[in-house]
């Protein structure tokens, strides 16, 4: 049973950045497909970024350019790059992984079987 925790909120002004980890424990993520969430108070939970378990990686469009995601199976790690940052992207930040899933439905968070407590990003000057 992997466990995963995200770290690296907090609260950014706009135009600015933040790194967001994920590490697992009790299994290596090397073989899950992993995903990045949010959720901003009252909308639903939103896929932002997906890299699969072969290193194939999706975005949504409204992050995309300015979002990058990354993986390093030696350290048990997944990272998000979140540059130039606008208020709208203020939510709670969740990782996700599952080991199984067709690769065009990454970006769905139905398809997760393991998830992160969540980090909170605010974005406000």
């Known amino acids: 049973q992997v466990q995963l925790v995200e770290a690296g909120g907090g609260l950014v002004q706009p135009g600015g950045s933040l790194r967001l980890s994920c590490a697992a424990s009790g299994s290596t993520l090397r073989g899950y497909h992993i995903g990045w969430f949010r959720q901003a108070p009252g909308q639903a939970r939103e896929g932002v970024s997906a890299i699969s378990s072969t290193g194939t990686i999706y975005y949504s469009e409204s992050v995309k350019g300015r979002f990058t995601i990354s993986r390093d199976n030696a350290k048990n790690t997944v990272s998000l790059q979140m540059n130039s940052l606008k208020p709208d992207d203020a939510a709670v930040y969740y990782c996700?992984?599952?080991?199984?899933?067709?690769?065009?439905?990454?970006?769905?968070?139905?398809?997760?079987?393991?998830w992160g407590q969540g980090t909170q990003v605010t974005v406000s000057s």
């Open positions: 996700a992984a599952v080991y199984a899933a067709p690769v065009q439905f990454l970006l769905v968070a139905g398809m997760y079987e393991h």
